[in-house]
Structure formats: structure tokens, C-alpha cells
């Protein structure tokens, strides 16, 4: 059991100082998802989008590359599963994305921004917690269970293994590693060639480091607990997969693991309990966040100015911890973590994300000049 414990602490540990990175280069950078979708629906900049896009196509090329040596088996994560429920992602995509641009950024944009002294995120960042949790196991996850994951489809039924693209397209006598290798590198080259036909682009080195670095950050994540954290469990004598909540491989996500530690902190007693990768991910973002601040003069205190934009916020924290949750991902998890296994259901969280921003910027748009 001491090994067993060991390892779990290795692997979380291991989530910390992945995200310590991730938090500090975030700041560096301002790498935003919103801020994304809001440069090209306000000023029609491409440049953080293609920021993100860069980021999904080195997960992309990483996590394949593992999978193709034999480090990690993708398909033992829960982005790739035959189940695609995919009103499930539809809804919880598109509440993340209004939730997301009334909180001022998305789940992990709020870790850095909270790093950063930022009293608004701190809202938040409490908020998503608390409305992840309900959706986990509380009163929004009667909605869930019962109204938004029954309307899916089985793919198994259908003698297929699993939603990710190489699983669906498999059958033409392709050899299945050939196939998730081909595709991969197919979408990551379409990615990379849109990514970098852009001269502004190119001569960002802010840019280009934010997404080279989260996306080997989340290459990363999947090596520590598919490959690193994934052992035979002494007590059963099965491989398991130790230190992450879902009991499957991970890599980073930033709304269910908000939950998770909030269960900690208020059962810390609770000895069945422990931080995990996602946990110690989620503060090592704040503090890797937080100590760029402090060594680059940046980091100040910021709070509401009006109680409309307080309102904002606490509404923006309980769609993401909603949307977080029933699309099994954020951002991050689903736009990143999730798209880097070629899932379809990432996919389509991906553009329910963004569809949701840009409705709820157009809207914030004509209200401003409705008022003016």
C-alpha cells in the first residue's frame, strides 16, 4: 500500500509542476480561450486563436506519438469512449462558452488571473466549484443524468471500438496504429500550415511559446498518468491507473478537478480522499501564475466595480462548472486535452465552446449599443 501511495503522490505531484508551468507561461503570454474568440468577433484578430490552435496541433502530434511508441493507450481515457452524448457536449459546450465570457475567461484563465491577484476570478473560481460539484453528484446532475447523456449514440453498436476519428474511419484494411498516426499527423499539418501562414503570427514569439508549451504541457500530462501512473495495483493485481479522480488516463482539465478539491478541502478528514494529478494541477496554475507576477512586477489586486459586474461573474462561474462538467471538459480538457485524442465529441465541445462566446459577445455588443 506504501507503493501504491507513493505513486499516487507521484503522479500528483507530477500534475503540480506541469501546471506551475503552465500558470507562469499563461500569465506570460495571456493565453485566453476568450480572449481568443473575443479578438476575432470584436477586432477580427487571429492571432490568440491561432495561439490555441497551435497548442491543440502539438497535443495532437505528442499524445500520438506516445500512443504510437507504446507509452499510453488513449483509448483508456474518457474522451474516447463509444458513448458520444452528444447533447451532452452540444449543451455543456455552449453553457461554457456564455459562462466562460460573462466570468471574463475560462477555467484556466481564472487560476491565472486569481495568481495574478485578480478578486473577480477568486469569485469565480468558487462558483464553478461549487456548480461542478452539483453537477457531479448534486442537483444539477439529476439534469444531466437523466435529460442531457440519454440522448446519444453507441457506436459500439455499431461494432465500433470508440468516437475518436481513427476508430470511426477504421475498416478500409488499415492497420489501426497506421491509421491514428496517419490522421493525426493529417490534422495537426492542416492545423500548423493555418497556424503559421500568418506573417504577424510568425513573428510573435509569444504566441508561438504559449502554444508550443501548453501543448507539450498536455503531451505531458498524458505520459505522468497513462504511462507513469498507470501500474499493477498490489491489492488486486490489475493495472490501474493511480493518482487521477476519473481511474483513467488524464491529462489537464480545469473544472471537475475544482470540484474535486473542494470535496477535499471540506473532507479533508476523509481518509478515502486525495490530491490528485487534476487537484494539484489546478494549484499549480495559481501559484506558477502567481510567482510570475510576483518576479515581474505584475501582479495587482482587482475587484468588482459594480454589482452587475458581480452578477456577471457568479452567473459565468456556474455555467462553466455546468458546461465544464457535462461536456467532460472545458477549454483546456475538451479543446486541448480532449481534441489532442482526435475525440469527435471534443470536437464538437471545441465549437459549442466558441459558438457559445461569440453568442454572448454579440449580445453584450448590441446591448451596449442599445444603450448608448
Known amino acids: 500500500m506504501e507503493a501504491t501511495s507513493h505513486l499516487g503522490a507521484t503522479v500528483a505531484w507530477s500534475g503540480f509542476a506541469l501546471a506551475f508551468i503552465f500558470g507562469a507561461v499563461g500569465n506570460k503570454v495571456n493565453f485566453c480561450t476568450m480572449g481568443a474568440v473575443s479578438d476575432i468577433v470584436n477586432m477580427g484578430d487571429w492571432g490568440r486563436m491561432r495561439m490555441w490552435l497551435l497548442a491543440i496541433a502539438i497535443a495532437i502530434i505528442g499524445s500520438h506519438t506516445l500512443q504510437w511508441l507504446g507509452l499510453v493507450d488513449l483509448s483508456k481515457s474518457i474522451y474516447t469512449t463509444p458513448n458520444f452524448t452528444w447533447l451532452a457536449f452540444i ?93 493525426a499527423a493529417i490534422v495537426a499539418a492542416a492545423l500548423l500550415f493555418f497556424v503559421f501562414k500568418d506573417r504577424e503570427f510568425r513573428a510573435n514569439f509569444d504566441y508561438i511559446l504559449g502554444g508550443v508549451v501548453v501543448g507539450l504541457v498536455v503531451v505531458a500530462g498524458w505520459y505522468v498518468t497513462g504511462h507513469i501512473g498507470y501500474q499493477e495495483n498490489p491489492a488486486t493485481l490489475e493495472m490501474t491507473f493511480f493518482g487521477t479522480n476519473t481511474r483513467a488516463a488524464e491529462s489537464l482539465s480545469f473544472v471537475a478537478p475544482l470540484a474535486y478539491t473542494l470535496e477535499l478541502l471540506m473532507l479533508w478528514t476523509d481518509k478515502s480522499l486525495a490530491a490528485t494529478f487534476g487537484i494539484m494541477a489546478a494549484c499549480g496554475v495559481v501559484v506558477g501564475s502567481f510567482v510570475y507576477a510576483i518576479a515581474y512586477r505584475t501582479f495587482r489586486w482587482e475587484g468588482f466595480t459594480t454589482a452587475e459586474d458581480l452578477g456577471n461573474h457568479i452567473v459565468g462561474g456556474i455555467l462553466m462548472g455546468f458546461g465544464g462538467v457535462t461536456a467532460l471538459g472545458c ?30 459577445l454579440k449580445y453584450q455588443y448590441w446591448k451596449l449599443v442599445k444603450e448608448a
Open 331 to 360: 477549454t483546456i480538457g475538451q479543446g486541448i486535452s480532449g481534441f489532442s485524442t482526435l475525440a469527435l465529441g471534443s470536437v464538437v465541445t471545441f465549437f459549442a465552446i466558441i459558438a457559445g462566446s461569440a453568442a454572448t
Open 91 to 183: 449543451v455543456g459546450g455552449f453553457a461554457f462558452g456564455v459562462g466562460m465570457t460573462l466570468g471574463s475567461g475560462c477555467g484556466s484563465k481564472t487560476l491565472i488571473r486569481v495568481g495574478g491577484g485578480n478578486l473577480k476570478s477568486l469569485v469565480v473560481y468558487v462558483f464553478l466549484a461549487v456548480s461542478a460539484y452539483m453537477t457531479l453528484r448534486g442537483l444539477f446532475g439529476q439534469f444531466r443524468v437523466s435529460v442531457l447523456q440519454p440522448v446519444a449514440v453507441n457506436f459500439e453498436a455499431y461494432g465500433i471500438k470508440g468516437q475518436d476519428l481513427p476508430s470511426l474511419i477504421a475498416g478500409a484494411g488499415i492497420g489501426m496504429n497506421t491509421l491514428r498516426i496517419t490522421i
